[in-house]
């Protein structure tokens, strides 16, 4: 019953995320004098018959509220229609691309946190060490880099060395040991951001429950200094992390638009910029949807994971 | 600001550091045309002596270019002698574009044949301006809403707090791109606009716990009680008050417009060309980035825009670190704490005043 109260409360959220793809869309030029000089939809081989008919049958020339709705309802039932490019639905073609983005941001993810304990447990038993000092230049070193630099550095170090820097996989193999090999600079480019934030939330985390009753308590009865912090400080600091979660996903879809670009991956980024380019509404609205509500299911799953984990929060609202 | 908070922002040597960091790009923005310019600073040709050519249009001097003076004429030039949109006649390029570094251009040509020092300079202008007016709108966007939000609540806080959560739910850089995707084209103006109006989530939901917090202070209560109009009670004693967050949110705010600005340039879809942007200095560079003569293209804006960016994110941690009270010990918790800008989305119930995650937002 909380569970689907939780539910619900997505409802506007889905409606908002919706809405504003659907305001996108209809702000784009439709006349079809604008359409017929567009080079990008020409070169896509489309006619405008086409284009006109999927903007009546979409709704995209009714008022805004009316075609929403006419719009919403196709969404419901799973019409996102066909991509002015090629035809092919788009359904289809978001099928394709998100788990290419998904084999980019969840290795990514993990990584992300993996790495971000030991720096921000590291960090915090000493607060103004050397190695805090040191690492917290590096974090805000990596949170003040362009992506698209790191991943053009990246490219560059990269060019004449075994290290692939295109595409998803090389002509002809279908190893896993190349598709790794080609992920390989990718994940690294879309890591760090994440890196940077997680560790430095653990950190400052981590410090404040080192200030916890308990934590004194852990002293005072005589355990060592590493079972204090691991055992009785990390666990409570980790809780936090989860709710990170859910937002570390549209920050690694953000920089998968230049990373994909960068290495010409097809991914959800990619697709979006081909759409964009190409001024592909139904592919756009698309695939603006599915990234917003991609964002809302972590968003929920690291509320269910938060629940879980947290023996005083419950779905059911706030403890006595 | 309070000149305590001042004093012990002075007392890191590292904020003073991204401070003169920033007003140093300041004034590059503001004299780029002193420093890289075709067109010199006073000019005197044929007995008349023109004040600012480099920034003044006179109808003589139109196609004036530095060979054409004679003897008698004088001119004081900028350092560089080269300005950023200036691409050179077909004739006069040697060898294959971009150039390498030489003694016509130190950095290098990028693959029109502009000058890449003049380009770099000019585009500090670009970068800061954006920046700098985007985060300005997007804090006042987010100040007024949440104050509003935090201070008023019903309907318009749900409302407020609902468009903020929709907004954040997106992809930031993939919602900018299909906002400039839609349009025209792209212009500086339209890059300020999408950021601007996008990022302002951020910034209410800090100033709306804050409000929250401000809210049940005795002196607002006071002014209530003394039947202040609502009006004034918000105007006078909440907004001052939900400042800080604001500030801090401002100054974080100007590097990450100036990284968004660079990458929606990169992808074609900010600044236009011909201007120049670090981010579209970039894209040139990918263009053919394997090419060497390219890889100044590539490193020199990249380490900028690092630079830039980095300016402001270090006043933003030191005005964060001299606003908040926690670190002035006398513990009373604002709505700031968190070391990051990303903080908790959803309404869900949290750990009773824990862990510093949007510390002041009450569970509901």
């Known amino acids: ?53 999927y903007r009546r049958s979409m709704g995209l020339d009714d008022p805004l509220l009316v075609g929403y709705a006419r719009w919403l309802g196709h969404v419901v039932r799973g019409d996102l229609g066909d991509s002015f490019r090629d035809g092919r639905p788009v359904l289809v073609l978001l099928g394709e691309a998100l788990p290419v983005t998904l084999l980019l941001s969840l290795p990514s993810i993990l990584l992300g946190y993996l790495l971000a304990i030991p720096i921000g447990v590291v960090s915090a038993v000493r607060p103004g060490g050397l190695f805090d000092r ?74 404040e429950t080192m200030g916890q009753d308990y934590i004194r308590t852990a002293r005072a009865k005589g355990l060592s200094e590493t079972a204090v912090v691991l055992k009785h400080a990390l666990p409570n600091s980790l809780l936090g ?80 | 600001m309070r000149r305590g908070a001042w004093r012990s922002f002075a007392l890191r040597r590292r904020n003073l550091f991204g401070l003169g960091l920033a007003l140093g790009f300041l004034l590059l923005a503001l004299f780029a045309d002193f420093i890289a310019s075709d067109r010199p600073i006073v000019l005197r040709k044929e007995g008349t002596l023109y004040l600012l050519p480099n920034l003044i249009e006179y109808r003589p001097l139109r196609g004036f270019v530095a060979g054409d003076l004679r003897s008698g004429d004088w001119a004081l030039w900028p350092p560089v002698r080269h300005g950023p949109y200036t691409i050179p006649p077909l004739a006069d390029l040697e060898g294959p574009l971009p150039q390498p ?164 340039s990169f992808l074609g879809f900010g600044a236009p060309e011909p201007t120049a942007s670090w981010g579209l200095l970039m894209a040139n560079g990918f263009q053919d980035v394997l090419d060497p003569n390219a890889r100044v293209l590539v490193l020199l804006p990249g380490l900028a825009i690092f630079l830039a960016v980095s300016a402001f994110n270090l006043i933003g941690e030191g005005v964060r670190d001299a606003l908040d009270p926690r670190y002035q010990g006398d513990g009373e918790r604002s709505a700031f704490i968190t070391s990051d800008q990303k903080r908790k989305l959803s309404p869900m119930p949290r750990r009773g005043g824990g862990n510093g995650v949007g510390g002041g937002t009450p569970a509901t």
Not at chain 1, 244 to 263: H, K, M
Request: hydrophobic residues 55%.
């Open chain 2, 101 to 264: 570094p030489g003694p016509e251009h130190p950095l290098g040509t990028d693959s029109a044949g502009r000058d890449v020092l003049a380009r770099l300079l000019h585009g500090t202008r670009t970068s800061l301006g954006v920046g700098i007016v985007a985060a300005l709108v997007q804090v006042s966007i987010g100040l007024f809403l949440g104050v509003l939000a935090g201070y008023l609540g019903g309907v318009i806080d749900v409302a407020v707090t609902r468009s903020a959560e929709v907004l954040l739910s997106f992809p930031l850089l993939l919602l900018l791109l299909a906002a400039q995707g839609v349009l025209e084209r792209t212009t500086l103006f339209s890059t300020m606009a999408v950021i601007a109006l996008t990022r302002w989530a951020d910034t209410s939901r800090l100033v709306r716990a804050e409000a929250l917090r401000v809210r049940e202070m005795p002196y607002v209560e006071a002014s209530r009680a003394l039947g202040s109009p609502r009006l004034r009670t918000l105007l006078v004693h909440v907004l001052p008050n939900c400042l800080s967050p604001a500030l801090v949110a401002a100054t974080f705010g100007v590097g990450s417009a100036i990284l968004l600005e660079s990458a929606l």
């Open chain 1, 1 to 53: 019953m909380a569970l689907s109260k939780r539910l619900l409360g997505m409802v506007p959220t889905f409606l908002g995320i919706t809405f504003i793809a659907f305001a996108l869309a209809r702000a784009a030029p439709g006349h079809p004098l604008a359409l017929e000089g567009d080079v990008g939809l020409r070169a896509g081989g489309n006619t405008v018959a086409q284009m006109r008919e």
């Open chain 1, 134 to 207: 040191v690492l917290t230049a590096l974090v805000f070193v990596l949170y003040s880099l362009p992506v698209q630099w790191v991943a053009l550095m990246l490219v560059l170090a990269a060019s004449g060395s075994a290290v692939p820097i295109q595409g998803l996989r090389s002509e002809g193999v279908r190893s896993l040991g190349d598709l790794l090999a080609h992920l390989l600079l990718p994940i690294a480019c879309i890591t760090y951001g994440s890196l940077a934030v997680l560790s430095r939330h653990l950190r400052s985390s981590m410090l």
């Open chain 1, 241 to 320: 992390m989860i709710t990170l979660f859910g937002l570390t996903f549209p920050a690694l879809a953000s920089g998968a638009v230049i990373v994909e670009r960068i290495f010409g991956l097809p991914g959800m980024g990619k697709l979006t910029f081909d759409a964009v380019l190409g001024r592909d509404l139904p592919v756009l609205m698309g695939s603006i949807t599915l990234a917003g509500l991609v964002t809302m299911v972590g968003l929920l799953v690291s509320d269910l994971l938060y629940a879980a984990v947290d023996p005083r929060i419950s779905l059911r609202g706030k403890p006595a």
